[in-house]
């Protein structure tokens, strides 16, 4: 468990600069972004009743996470979470509460970063410019539209010439336009993504999904229902609903696509999400596809979210045999065979796509499925399926006789 969680903690430490427990689940599939957006609206007391899992272990993983900060010597801060929209009440707490477990709920609240890396706009924090642009940039992270643009306005009549002022008044317009429609998607998907992100992250840091996640939501809703065109692969609501972490939609909207396994970002995609949600089989699926049908494609399972599958796509880049890519899914039963269990056999199933399975997959998941004790055979059909194997691909015969 642990190298999981420090590969996971380095992923986000690469990624985001610094560490904070809600990045943390959010980024490995344990908590939905919707249900946070719940917690902070008030419609949760605790936030980690909506964890998936068992909650002792994400206890356990918070733990290890934090103890490798620790010896990697970050700084830890203790932060807190207020309610969006509206002041505090005693049915809306001025200060969230993650979890009733006294442990779970400190963890939590307890981020790591480098000093020298923390963004601050200016060194004199007392001055009232200062004061009143990091006034608007926590509006912003609060969802507070009224309340940015009023202390943008002092802004800008206190001190017009404001290196950041023009940079706050993009974000602040772009909070006060969710409500408005999309004219062209193409040209807010350019305006997102080359000046809203970058400045998002630059201004608000790890706050950025509180503007961002709505301006994505927005925009796939002018997506919906459009086709996806492998020329154009980020003007689909598969794209846009990833971005704004629902994967339920991404999900949804790549299935509906007609013939999307023919799409290797879309398969890509699918497989992704689906390891989000827990959906393990249905995942490997996916990536299997991807090896047989796109093997220049298939360097995408480096950024698969299941640990195990990076190992061994890893072990298998590094193969002395040197295996073409489409022999992956086949070397991965021998190497994990207990996956014979979990993926269905490929003689029964139902989808369109089993004529793209190869015929050495088929023999390598009989062999592997007879060694279990569930489904045992006799010499004589083991016999016979090795010669098959020999036949079909002589390299995954050696390969399999190895693992034995």
Not at 151 to 156: M, S
Not at 294 to 300: E, K, L, V
Not at 330 to 344: C, D, E, F, S, V
Request: proline letters at 7%.
């Amino acid at each position: 468990m642990s190298a999981e969680v420090h590969n996971a903690v380095d992923r986000l430490l690469l990624e985001q600069g610094e560490y904070s427990p809600l990045e943390y689940l959010l980024s490995e599939g344990r908590l939905l972004y919707s249900d946070y957006e719940r917690w902070r609206g008030g419609e949760l007391g605790y936030l980690d009743e909506a964890l998936f899992g068992d909650p002792l272990q994400a206890l356990r993983c918070l733990r290890q996470a934090g103890a490798y900060l620790q010896r990697l010597g970050w700084q830890v801060e203790a932060v807190s979470y207020t309610p969006w929209h509206g002041e505090p009440s005693p049915a809306r707490p001025g200060v969230l509460r993650f979890s009733a477990d006294s442990a779970l709920h400190r963890l939590f609240h307890q981020c790591y970063h480098k000093p020298q890396d923390r963004p601050q706009l200016d060194l004199f924090t007392d001055n009232p410019a200062t004061s009143l642009a990091n006034g608007v940039i926590q509006s912003l992270a609060d969802r507070d539209a009224g309340g940015a643009r009023r202390q943008l306005d002092q802004l800008g009549d206190i001190a017009p010439d404001y290196p950041r002022l023009g940079e706050l008044e993009r974000l602040t317009e772009a909070m006060e336009a969710l409500k408005a429609p999309v004219d062209d998607p193409g040209a807010e998907l350019r305006y997102l993504q080359e000046t809203l992100m970058p400045l998002a992250d630059t201004l608000l840091g790890n706050a950025s999904n509180a503007l961002l996640i709505p301006l994505w939501r927005r925009l796939s809703g002018a997506l919906v229902g459009q086709a996806y065109c492998p020329a154009a692969p980020q003007r689909h609501l598969s794209y846009t609903a990833m971005q704004a972490l629902d994967w339920a939609v991404v999900r949804e909207s790549v299935e509906k696509e007609p013939g999307w396994r023919d799409h290797p970002v879309l398969l890509q995609r699918h497989a992704r999400t689906c390891e989000l949600q827990g959906e393990r089989c249905v995942a490997l699926q996916s990536w299997f596809c991807l090896c047989w049908k796109f093997p220049d494609s298939a360097a995408a399972l480096r950024s698969s979210g299941d640990a195990e599958l990076r190992w061994q796509w890893w072990a298998f880049e590094e193969l002395d045999a040197e295996l073409p890519t489409p022999d992956f899914p086949a070397w991965l039963l021998l190497r994990l065979p207990g996956l014979t269990r979990l993926m269905p056999d490929p003689d029964n199933q139902v989808a369109a796509d089993t004529a793209i399975i190869p015929d050495s997959y088929r023999t390598l998941y009989c062999l592997c499925r007879s060694r279990t004790p569930a489904d045992p055979v006799s010499a004589r059909d083991d016999i016979a399926l090795r010669a098959r194997l020999r036949s079909e691909n002589p390299l995954l015969l050696q390969c399999f006789l190895e693992t034995r």
